[in-house]
């Protein structure tokens, strides 16, 4: 894949996503952390491009009540909203002219939104698949919910990656993420605090938590209690590792599902928000 020094065969990474894509983009991962900086910036290039293509697997179907509010007016839009349109009527009799549609208004249902909360796991050892799956997984939640969506990091202390209400462009979240590197012990509790606070910027109808992790707590802090804030929580372990996820998932009512590798995070979000 870097055939020469500063070089990235961006050909031969194609190649090889079709015959082993958890490898190929668990390679590209670490190539971000290259000692040679051509190389680095590069890698995190190609690496924020292609996990962003590997994340799109269609938008978020929203669910929750919808909200009576008044619309701009179309023939299907709804019943006639008089107040809001009253001064529209009252000048077009007066002048014996046509109402202008542009005037009017209707009362109409608006669907309510999906906020998304991303939270990885970056203690213990992150690199390789790990943090090619965390990645995949920043890009998956920025596809599905580009106008409302946060990404925590957390080990000791939790990194706020993205904000739930502070634009920034896509391609800079998955490179930042992509820095991480992984370290120290897991403080889970804290991590579900803070993405409560994150998600309660947002005004969405459907507010959603994604935790990416084994689940293994080694700070101390009360787990099920902070999990029980959150509105939805949704939790997708490593497959062959995920005791700890399961507990936590019966105790408080989570959706879980594990995966085998970078490749299939984009997938298992899908799976859990459509189902």
Known sequence: MSPE???LDEAAVEDNMLESPDDT????????????????????????????????????????????VSLPFTPEGGDLDFDQSFEGIAEAFGSGSAVDPDRLRVRGWA????????????SGSMGGKPLAASAVAAAAVAWRAPQDYSVLAFGKDVVVAKSQDV????????????TLRGFGTTDLAGALQVAHRQLMRSRAGRRIAVLLSDCRATVEGDV???????????????????????????SVGAKLTTVTGPSDVAAAISRLLDD
């Open 25 to 68: 983009m668990a390679l590209l991962a670490d190539l971000t952390a290259a000692t040679d900086p051509k190389l680095r910036e590069l890698a995190k290039r190609l690496a924020a491009r292609l996990f962003l293509d590997v994340s799109r697997r269609g938008p978020v179907r929203p669910r929750g009540t919808g909200k009576l």
């Open 111 to 122: 669907k309510p939104g999906t906020a998304l909360c991303l939270m990885v796991d970056r």
């Open 5 to 7: 020094v500063g070089e």
């Open 224 to 250: 099920a209690a902070a999990a029980g804030m959150l509105d939805e929580l949704l939790i997708i372990a490593p497959e062959g590792d995920s005791a700890e996820a399961e507990k936590l998932a019966a």
């Open 167 to 178: 634009f920034k462009d896509s391609d800079k979240v998955v490179t930042d993420v992509l």
